[in-house]
């Protein structure tokens, strides 16, 4: 295995393992621990979201470096000339962007954040959600049939307009798919 593949595999790893974690603990806290704490226990509750602070500031620094990884080194070069992965991808990062600030509102203590945390069942159904679409986003992407250039729309590219045929799932070179066929 060349150093390469390890590196996209571990930065692949560590994204996923970031979505499971953070997803998942936000799904926890908000279905399950809130509930429970909310009116009985509120001081208990403050506690947790500054306990859950540390993950959620970690988390937002992996999926940065793990994510524009896969993007600018592993997506890119492999889905030139397919404009469904880019517009896909680009609105997932705006989205992503959105969800941080709201994560980063709710285990902060900013006076400017506070509407944030005083609605705090709101903002957290509301990230979830967009979490949700994000991962949904992601897999769309991942096993969507790619475009991919065949030899003669190679030849043609520098002339008239790009000619693409679908060639089963995604995640790999272009070259590649034209290859295996
Ligand atoms: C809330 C934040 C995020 C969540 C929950 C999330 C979740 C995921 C998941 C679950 C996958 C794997 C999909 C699969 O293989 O089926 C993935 C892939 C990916 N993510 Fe994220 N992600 C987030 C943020 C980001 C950010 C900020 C970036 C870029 C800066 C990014 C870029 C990517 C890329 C390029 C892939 C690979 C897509 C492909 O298969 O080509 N993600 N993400």
Request: proline share 4%; aromatic share 8%.
């Amino acid at each position: 295995m060349d150093a390469g593949l390890i590196i996209s595999l571990v930065s692949r790893f560590l994204h996923v393992g970031t979505a499971i974690v953070l997803v998942g603990g936000t799904t926890f806290l908000r279905l399950v621990v809130h509930p429970t704490l909310v009116t009985s226990h509120p001081e208990l509750l403050a506690d947790l979201r500054q306990r859950w602070k540390k993950f959620v500031h970690a988390g937002i620094g992996l999926f940065l470096v793990t994510g524009f990884y896969n993007y600018l080194v592993v997506g890119i070069p492999a889905h030139k000339g397919d404009p469904v992965y880019h517009m896909v991808v680009g609105t997932k990062i705006i989205l992503a962007l959105f969800v941080f600030f709201i994560a980063s509102a709710l285990v902060g203590r900013s006076a400017g954040t506070q509407k944030f945390r005083d609605q705090a069942p709101k903002w957290t159904a509301i990230m979830l959600l967009v979490s949700f679409l994000i991962v949904g986003m992601s897999s769309f992407v991942k096993v969507r049939p790619v475009p991919v250039k065949t030899g003669a729309a190679e030849k043609q590219e520098t002339g008239s307009a790009m000619t693409v045929e679908s060639a089963g799932s995604s995640g790999t070179k272009p070259e590649e798919k034209t290859a295996a066929q």
